[in-house]
């Protein structure tokens, strides 16, 4: 009998208030900033149906088949698996959207996996409710283009368009430079809503320049023989702009967290995670340890 999610995720939180409410008598400390309030956490539907795994000998995870590297993701997360001694049980995200609010993580890995792969490593960027995982690669936002003649951002020509995916940390580097420049020295900047309308607006001409996540476009050159001419270039100016990417766990359970860390250091250590990488011919490094 599976135990009820109300139970499983109600109980540590009305505990902690009571907890609170009688030692608010003796000192008026308050709670650490750290720990999720109850109203801080997503609403899933029917979650109060949702019990916990009994199941203690298989690692659930889940990949999102959006991700351009998911099923890079899955070869790692089977491996850290191993590592834990565990057997592996994978569920594939199938969405049509491409992309969602976060909180709609929330409800597949109550139902799913309590290890969710393939979320960058943005300082300050994920809510209290979820941990992430160490870095189990690196990879970067690049600037690409299809001129041949056109060796690194320093050559583009004043005036030709960048297309940037929205929002990245790349994008806002790169508008913070542009607006230090003369005007008639500027490259105009477009947002782009996600790293595939990037590139393919770079194919169809309205952009000159696009920046986008490296993965993005190894995962279109892969698939589309159109990109094969599109290029990485040198992004001087500026500083590359590099995150790691881990997995994401709910925020209680920091044992596994913990444990995961582990696994992910030794994969690291012993070449595992680096063969996987080379294998795919994947523009990623292992994490520095």
């Known amino acids: ?77 089977d491996a850290i698996a191993a590592g834990l001694l565990l057997e592996p049980q994978r569920y594939v995200v199938e969405r049509e959207v491409a992309v969602e609010d976060i909180t709609k993580v929330y409800e597949v890995m109550l139902e799913h996996c309590e290890v969710h792969m393939g979320f960058k490593l943005i300082p300050g960027g994920l809510p209290d409710w979820v941990t992430v995982t160490r870095p189990y690669y690196e990879s970067e936002y690049v600037f690409v283009t299809a001129d041949p ?51 393919d607006s770079l194919l169809n001409g309205t952009v000159d320049v696009a920046l986008v996540w490296a993965p993005s476009l190894w995962a279109k050159q892969r698939g589309t023989p159109a990109f094969a001419d599109v290029h990485v270039i040198d992004p001087t100016p500026l500083p590359p702009t590099r995150l790691g990417v881990g997995a994401l766990l709910l925020s209680d359970e920091t044992f596994l967290r913990a444990t995961i860390d582990e696994v992910i250091a030794a994969l690291v250590a012993d070449g595992t995670i680096g063969a996987i990488l080379e294998a795919h011919d994947f523009p990623a490094i292992v994490p520095r340890q």
Do not use: K
């Open 149 to 199: 003649d056109v060796a690194a951002l320093g050559d583009v020509a004043p005036g030709s368009p960048i297309g940037a995916t929205l929002g990245t940390s790349a994008h806002i580097q790169l508008v913070s430079y542009v607006s230090t420049l003369e005007p008639q020295e500027r490259w105009p900047v477009f947002p782009m809503g996600t790293n595939d309308l990037a590139l």
């Open 1 to 77: 009998m599976s135990v009820p999610f109300a139970y499983r995720r109600l109980a540590r939180p009305v505990l902690a208030a009571a907890l609170a409410g009688a030692m608010s008598l003796v000192s008026p400390a308050p709670l650490p900033a750290q720990v999720a309030e109850f109203y801080d956490v997503p609403y899933a539907p029917g979650q109060w149906n949702i019990g916990r795994r009994l199941n203690e000998s298989t690692f659930r995870y889940c990949v999102d088949s959006r991700d351009p590297d998911w099923a890079l993701a899955a070869e790692i997360a």
